[in-house]
């Protein structure tokens, strides 16, 4: 349910749609129901790596910008 209010608060669903899905979350009867009602969103921190998922645009570097290795000499 913290992944849900996590991505609500990030504008990835609107408050309508959270509602909907703690509702689905609070009546299910299994672990995979809630699990499903969050195939969608990007993953929380992983506790193995510390890293947090995130699109391709945000993880691409700028073309040129220091130690992406993209230029020579960088």
Partial sequence: MEQLRDAAAEGRI???ELDARLEQALSSRTYAEPAALTADLPRPDSPRTGRRW??????TARPGAPGTGRFPGT
Avoid: E, L, Q, T
């Fill in 14 to 16: 609107d408050f309508d």
């Fill in 54 to 59: 995130c699109s391709r645009a945000a993880c």
